[in-house]
Antibody, heavy 118, light 105 residues
Framework: EVQLVESGGGLVQPGGSLRLSCAAS????????MNWVRQAPGKGLEWVSY????????YYADSVKGRFTISRDNAKNSLDLQMNSLRVEDTATYYC???????????WGQGILVTVSS | FELTQPPSVSVSPGQTASITCAGDKLGDKYACWYQQKPGQSPVLVIYEDNKRPSGIPERFSGSNSGNTATLTISGTQAMDEADYYCQAWDSSYVGFGGGTKLTVL
């Protein structure tokens, strides 16, 4: 069974940093592209970042470029998102998402809440 | 890369619901659709315009042509009441529609 479990969320002040992690199991992690998607309270889905299966190709949404860094450790079956210079508008539930062979996001974690507030 | 959905759609039980997603030359890309119920993570219901993942009922179908992708739910059931999001890749960027709240009444 595919499982994606996020951790590392919480409350942080504006300008602060936070590192999210996602533990993957139930599939060959090194064979799949991964993404982070977020959802502000009561709002829609917003794609944040993509990383290829090897980690050699990375994309970011304009809203987080230069502040967030995605990375992965295929030996540990883990995906990370380092978030710096956090803003109030980064407050959201962050989802770790597997990308299937077809470009679709086929498995989603349960999500982790990040709150940026003073 | 902007995808536009109607904020809400209403349908009577047993009838057909259609949710549209508009974007520039969307028909040249693959569209996907996700269902999200309150307090839950999104679930993929349609990929590559019109394919259903295993476990998704046959009443869910999709199409994509020109600038519009459409999710169709035939014989809508109360359990289909949820938010629905379209999504597509545009080069190095992923776009999501703003979401459509489907009400079954």
């Amino acid at each position: 069974e595919v499982q994606l479990v996020e951790s590392g969320g919480g409350l942080v002040q504006p300008g602060g940093s936070l590192r999210l992690s996602c533990a993957a199991s139930g599939f060959t992690f090194s064979s799949f592209e991964m993404n982070w998607v977020r959802q502000a309270p009561g709002k829609g889905l917003e794609w944040v970042s993509y990383i290829s299966s090897s980690g050699g190709i990375i994309y970011y949404a304009d809203s987080v470029k230069g502040r967030f860094t995605i990375s992965r450790d295929n030996a540990k079956n883990s995906l990370d998102l380092q978030m710096n210079s956090l803003r109030v508008e980064d407050t959201a539930t962050y989802y770790c998402v597997r990308q299937g062979d077809t470009e679709a996001f086929d498995y989603w974690g349960q999500g982790i809440l990040v709150t940026v507030s003073s | 890369f902007e995808l536009t959905q109607p904020p809400s759609v209403s349908v009577s039980p047993g009838q057909t619901a259609s949710i549209t997603c508009a974007g520039d030359k969307l028909g040249d890309k693959y569209a996907c659709w996700y269902q999200q119920k309150p307090g839950q993570s999104p679930v993929l219901v349609i990929y590559e315009d019109n394919k259903r993942p295993s476990g998704i009922p046959e009443r869910f179908s999709g199409s994509n042509s020109g600038n519009t992708a459409t999710l169709t739910i035939s014989g809508t059931q109360a359990m289909d009441e949820a938010d629905y999001y379209c999504q597509a890749w545009d080069s190095s960027y992923v776009g999501f529609g703003g979401g459509t709240k489907l009400t079954v009444l």
